[in-house]
């Protein structure tokens, strides 16, 4: 009895495999959580490339109607890929800094979210606000969702907003926003 239980602790025959077993789950584990986090990462890349182009598109214009920015909105579909742009919120409003320093909504148009109320006001970084100026402000909300979560990244609300001044003119009118 003394000689097979001697003999037992000794054979390390099935050892690589008992470590595998071990360490499996974890490498399993962290392979997956390691994807899921380049995945969300990926995703608040082009949220960010999303924005960026609606802002872009939208300075282009010296005057742009109604169909023109659902146009430009349209566009985050296409940037989104292959991520579900039904998921996201887009909206690009025009924005009037007066005399006295005041911010408001010149006319906005939204894609899966509301527009801003014209006449609203937007609280504007001090370093972008001059005096009777226009800017073109862009906003995305996109929610994340991973699918399967692996416990490293579950659902995320990825937003992001960008001033942008009008290249064309000094404003962007839409008469019919």
Known sequence: MNRAAVALIADRRGLALTEFAFTFPVLLLLFLGGYQM?????????VG?????IADLGTRYKQVAAADLDTIL????????????????VRLSQVYTDAAGKTTVVWSRGRNTAPLAKGSTVALPATLRTNGSYLLLSE???????????G????????????MSPRNAL??????C
């Open 152 to 163: 490293i990244v579950g659902r995320r609300t990825l937003a992001d907003s960008l001033y």
């Open 140 to 150: 995305i909300v996109y929610s994340y969702n991973p699918g399967v979560s692996f």
């Open 74 to 89: 349209s566009a985050s579909v296409q940037v989104m890929l292959p991520y579900s742009a039904a998921q996201a919120q």
């Open 38 to 46: 380049s995945d969300a990462i990926a995703c608040k890349r082009k």
């Open 49 to 53: 490339i999303a924005n960026r182009t």
């Open 171 to 176: 404003s962007v009118p839409c008469n019919d």
